[in-house]
């Protein structure tokens, strides 16, 4: 149970170096917060107009839980960049070498971005509140927020797993140019129903969709309906998903970690 | 007591070898030094005594642990200072090695202590800024004493000032110079071979992962080359015929440098040199500038050696 113990304890102080960051350089912090904001009201406000939303309804109430999970998604690229940051630079390996538990080096990454993501997530929910949208109950939201970190949870791993695979920040710009139109390929901004038949099936398979939609139904806003299988499984697809994203990544970053003395 | 043995290490990757074989023998409370061309296997070799890298053969035992057993308590006893420096450059000086220390597992009011007494030990004490502003050679003063937090009684030290200014280095030298006055065993790598020279009670060359030559830095160049007689020429026009005189005259080819008029070749024997090579220089009408005999710089017993690698 000390193996344990340690690789929590060890895993706090690895996530704590990002706590630090937030305290000595807060501005990255307010910009990592304000960055979905601005793309939000820039979306509600530029894009809004052009949308076609179920009569009597607002952009908003659409767009707010699409962009919610957006920006779950969004974490994929900056868990890959902190991880591959710290192999390129050497940190990694001075952990490596130090006779800390192992595992503290991922625990830690889990934490603090996770952390990271409820402030940003946070930050968004506050910014919804103030351009009109409204859960419909308390109960609903906090289930909402839970499928959301679930899913920014799942993105963790999978983040983690590219960093370790391509060891070098470059290869996050790949990532982080694929995020875009991931999300688009969704029903974050627009109803699946209304794309091309095949780009409409990818879209509702698409794991953000699930999530969407499930928080959505949940926060008691409008959705897009369709009637395929997914579509009217949207919880239980926003639950499978993530668990099936994290069981995979997990398997595999934590070998792929375990073999960097290869 | 040996602080680090390797025998027989090996370490390849599909069909490229990295390491054929290195064997090496570190006497407690001494310093070696790892010297070879980039590619050599110098930094393959520190990653496999630092358990980050398994060998695909051969042993090693550091402060008498196996690496690949007992990885763990081979990770107590070192510290390493990697080829890059490797803190955290969003926090300070003091936050860093608070940082490391916890993860040394020490309370948090050690930690605390440990860090104030190793920034005022490496001249770090004033710089409250993020360890992104502090100058490479703080920075890597910082890398040091944060390998330091346990005071381990092995210390790697991968490179530890290439880019360094001629200051900077002459810092890092002092500070390891002080370590192994405390008792700890340095391992260190360098593309310096003034650097081993400076720091090394003993240096292996390492070429194409093989150990070709090992012994102190005295032995070696004495071993490789023998003494060098330097001649500076009085006029440029007559460098080759003095270079030929040298040639024929000492037991070596003769090298020339023109900028500096410089004639220069090996010597077997010292008195014979200056009996034999200067009355011939003299006769020839040369004047010579400057006479100077000298044991070779470990520069040129390390290209003797690692150019030549085929043969050996």
Redesign the interface.
């Known amino acids: 149970m000390t193996a344990l113990r340690?690789a929590l304890a060890?895993g706090w102080?690895?996530a704590?170096?990002d706590l630090?960051?937030w305290a000595?350089?807060p501005m990255t912090v307010v910009f990592g917060v304000l960055f979905p904001v601005v793309i939000t009201l820039a979306f509600g406000y530029l894009f809004g107009g052009a949308v076609e939303v179920p009569a009597g309804a607002d952009y908003f109430a659409f767009l707010m839980p699409g962009m919610y999970g957006m920006t779950m998604l969004f974490g994929l690229s900056s868990t890959m960049m902190a991880v591959s940051a710290d192999v390129a630079?050497?940190?990694t390996?001075?952990?490596?070498?130090?006779?800390?538990a192992p595992s503290?080096v991922l625990i830690g990454r889990a934490v603090a971005d996770l952390l990271n993501s409820v402030l940003i997530l946070g930050g968004l929910l506050l910014c919804g509140l103030a351009v009109g949208w409204r859960p419909a109950s308390a109960g609903g939201a906090l289930g909402a927020v839970g499928l959301l970190l679930l899913l920014r949870f799942s993105l963790l791993w999978a983040g983690m797993y590219l960093g370790l695979l391509t060891r070098e920040p470059g290869a996050v710009v790949a990532i982080q140019t694929l995020e875009f139109p991931i999300g688009f390929l969704s029903n974050a901004f627009v109803a699946p129903g209304t794309m091309p038949g095949w780009l409409g099936a990818i879209s509702e398979w698409n794991p953000l969709s699930s999530t969407v939609a499930a928080a959505r139904e949940l926060f008691g806003n409008p959705g897009w309906g369709g009637d395929s299988w997914v579509a009217r499984h949207a919880v239980p697809m926003a639950v499978l998903w993530p668990v099936a994203i994290t069981v995979v990544f997990f398997v595999l970053s934590v070998r792929l970690y375990q073999r960097?003395?290869? | 007591m040996s602080a680090v043995l390797a025998q027989g290490l090996r370490k390849t990757y599909g069909t490229k070898t990295a390491l054929d074989g290195i064997d090496l023998d570190v006497p407690a409370g001494t310093v070696y030094g790892l010297l070879g061309p980039n590619g050599a296997g110098k930094t393959t070799t520190v990653r496999i005594l630092?358990?980050?890298?398994?060998p695909s053969d051969g042993r090693a035992q550091v402060a008498g642990f196996d690496v690949t057993a007992e990885p763990?308590r081979v990770?107590?006893a070192?510290g390493?200072v990697?080829?890059?420096?490797?803190?955290?450059?969003?926090?300070?000086a003091r936050?860093n090695l608070e940082?490391?220390g916890?993860?040394?597992?020490l309370s948090a009011s050690a930690a605390r202590a440990r860090a104030a007494e190793l920034l005022e030990r490496f001249g770090l004490a004033e710089h409250d800024g993020?360890a992104k502003e502090l100058s490479g050679g703080l920075r890597r003063r910082l890398d040091l004493a944060?390998s330091m937090i346990l005071a381990p009684p092995v210390l790697f030290l991968d490179e530890p000032t290439t880019g360094l200014d001629p200051r900077s280095r002459a810092g890092i030298w002092s500070a390891v110079r002080e370590l192994v006055a405390g008792g700890t065993t340095v391992l260190l790598t360098t593309q310096y071979l003034e650097e081993a020279d400076q720091l090394a009670d003993r240096v292996a060359v390492i070429d194409s992962g093989r150990v070709v030559a090992e012994g102190t830095p005295e032995a070696l160049k004495s071993k490789l080359g023998g003494d060098r007689l330097d001649v500076v020429i009085n006029d440029p026009a007559r460098l080759d015929e003095a270079a030929a005189i040298l040639s024929a005259t000492a037991s070596g080819a003769a090298e020339l440098d023109r900028d500096t008029r410089h004639v220069s070749a090996p010597v077997a024997d010292r008195v014979s040199a200056l009996t034999r090579v200067l009355p011939a220089l003299a006769a020839a009408g040369i004047e010579a500038e400057d006479v100077a005999l000298r044991r070779p710089t470990l520069d040129e017993v390390f290209l003797n050696l690692t150019t030549t690698g085929g043969d050996r």
């Open positions: 340690w060890d102080t690895v704590r170096r630090i960051h000595n350089q630079k050497g940190v390996d001075r952990f490596r070498s130090m006779p800390m503290a960097m003395d290869r | 630092t358990t980050l890298l398994r763990r990770r107590a070192i390493l990697g080829q890059q420096t490797a803190v955290d450059e969003i926090l300070t936050q940082l490391f916890r993860l040394y597992h993020p944060a």
